[in-house]
């Protein structure tokens, strides 16, 4: 893996997170992905509601995706969280 890479992504993620939050990209991404994101303390952010906005954001879609499937298989998941 390139190192400097990762940091040039890492912080253009950081300074540019509002932007990076809305986009399909992040809302698409693996939870332990947009976790180690989330849980970044150098994200430029005027407020840390900006950041709750990206975890309800990421949380709707989420939710959203479910509930969009087919009945039986929402329902198959449904008795799997049973």
């Not at 990076?20 to 693996?30: I, K, N, P, T, W």
């Not at 994200?43 to 039986?72: G, K, T, Y």
Request: charged share 20%; hydrophobic share 45%; glycine share 0%.
């Amino acid at each position: 893996m390139c190192t400097s890479l990762v940091e040039a992504c890492n912080k253009y993620i950081q300074k540019y997170f509002v932007e990076v939050a809305r986009s399909d990209e992040f809302l698409s991404m693996e939870q332990k992905d947009t976790v180690e994101i989330l849980s970044n303390d150098e994200l430029h952010v005027s407020s840390e509601e900006q950041v709750l906005s990206a975890v309800v954001l990421s949380h709707c879609r989420i939710v959203l995706l479910f509930f969009s499937l087919p009945n039986h298989l929402l329902l198959e998941n449904h008795r799997s969280l049973i």
